[in-house]
């Protein structure tokens, strides 16, 4: 062989070789990209997708949690939210599940979803179990969505077709007072659902009662098995409020040794990084036996228009007033003011560093400057 030959034949195979080695450290790359993002160790919030996110996005501003808000379509509310870059994901509560499968839109506002959209939030679409805005949540309506393959199949459709059509990023479950024999047949409503959605790239969030030991004290949280859920869900909103209202004595929404018996407990259940602590801005006034709901807003006028000044719950943090209102009738007001949502923020760094966010019900009870205050609490310190 002439040996102009054999070096042309040699730089031939060292061409080939090295390109061998380029294809194989590109299929490594890929594969490792893969792995982390679709494959067993992806993180719940890696996962790629399409538009609008396509991922559950990392906290602004530099936050260490990310910051969930329920809203029935208070406008301002998120103008000023996002302005303080206080919130990274909006639940629009306008969806409802209807007995045949169906979903009612009730008060829907798709422009109100695309400012969300132009401010790089995730966006997600709240579906309740009611059969009308007006009505109350319904066992008997999510019963017969969960009773057959078909009728969870028919709701389940027109859950990913809502998410696909309008754009969100996922569905948010705030299915209610559910019952004990309803436990079995959730989780699998559930787990049915989260499969639709991640095979269309979409995520499911719900939202949870409190609780403090499986299978829990009464119907509603009896229904609900943590573990099971928390495995197929990929956000969990605690409902960490309600501990005092019209049931009880005048009292606060979120005791501090309560809320962190209830997150110690998911934690154990469920992927804490997956966990949001939920937090109030309403809470409750007391009067002439009976209890109605009031804002933080509504109760900041109150003070203002009795002249009277808040005192501190210390088993909350949560602001009190005491004045006697029309005909001398004693009030009592719990609430949450700047101060309170500031300890809860607090709280949750100090207590519960693993747990992945916070979700506020609802936009538009705040007073103006709680945004600032959520977004400054939970920025992460030196």
């Keep these: ?27 490594l790359v890929l594969l490792l990209v893969l792995l982390f993002t679709v494959g067993p160790f992806a993180s719940h919030l890696q996962r790629p997708g399409k538009p609008p996110l396509g991922y559950l996005r990392q906290p602004l501003g530099g936050r260490h949690y990310r910051v969930a808000a329920w809203t029935l379509g208070n406008a301002a509310s998120l103008a000023a939210a996002v302005a303080a870059k206080a919130v990274d994901e ?18 829907e506002n798709l422009p109100l979803v ?45 859950l990913v077709k809502l998410v696909l059509d309008k754009g969100f990023d996922g569905i948010d479950l705030d299915w209610e007072e559910l019952t004990a024999a309803d ?31 499986e299978p829990g004290a009464w119907g509603p949280q009896k229904a609900e098995d943590y573990a099971r859920l ?16 019209t049931w009880s004595k005048a009292g606060p929404q979120a005791p501090t040794r309560w809320l962190d018996r209830v997150l110690r407990f998911a934690e154990r259940q469920m992927p804490a990084a997956k966990i949001a602590m939920g937090v109030p801005f309403f809470g409750f006034d007391w009067h002439a036996g009976h209890a109605s709901a009031v804002t933080a807003r509504s109760a900041a006028a ?16 949560e602001a009190v007033l005491r004045y006697p209102g029309a005909n001398g009738v ?53």
Excluded: C
Excluded at 1 to 27: E, F, N, Q, T, Y
């Design 230 to 245: 928390g495995a197929a869900a990929d956000e969990l909103k605690l409902m960490t409020y309600a501990f005092s209202g």
């Design 302 to 317: 109150a003070a203002a228009q009795f002249r009277v000044t808040a005192t501190r719950d210390p088993a909350s943090q």
């Design 114 to 158: 695309a400012k969300a959209r132009d401010g790089g939030l995730n966006l997600f679409a709240t579906v309740t179990n009611r059969p009308s805005a007006a009505a109350p949540f319904s066992h008997k309506l999510a019963a017969a969505i969960m009773a057959t393959s078909q009728s969870r199949k028919r709701h389940i459709d027109a």
């Design 1 to 27: 062989m002439p040996v102009r030959d054999h070096r042309r034949r040699a730089r031939s195979r060292r061409r080939s070789a090295l390109l061998l080695s380029l294809l194989g450290a590109a299929a």
């Design 90 to 107: 909006v639940d629009f509560d306008w969806y409802l599940s209807q007995a045949d499968g169906s979903v009612l839109a009730v008060h």
């Design 330 to 382: 004693l009030h009592v007001v719990y609430f949450q003011d700047t101060r309170a949502v500031a300890a809860k923020m607090a709280f949750l760094q100090t207590r519960h560093p693993r747990v992945g966010g916070v979700a506020f019900w609802v936009m538009g009870q705040e007073t103006p400057q709680m945004w600032r205050t959520i977004d400054l609490e939970l920025s992460e310190r030196p």
């Design 183 to 213: 436990r079995q047949p959730f989780s699998r409503f559930v787990e049915e659902l989260a499969a639709a959605l991640h095979h269309r790239h979409r995520f499911l969030s719900l939202a949870l009662y409190a609780k403090t030991s």
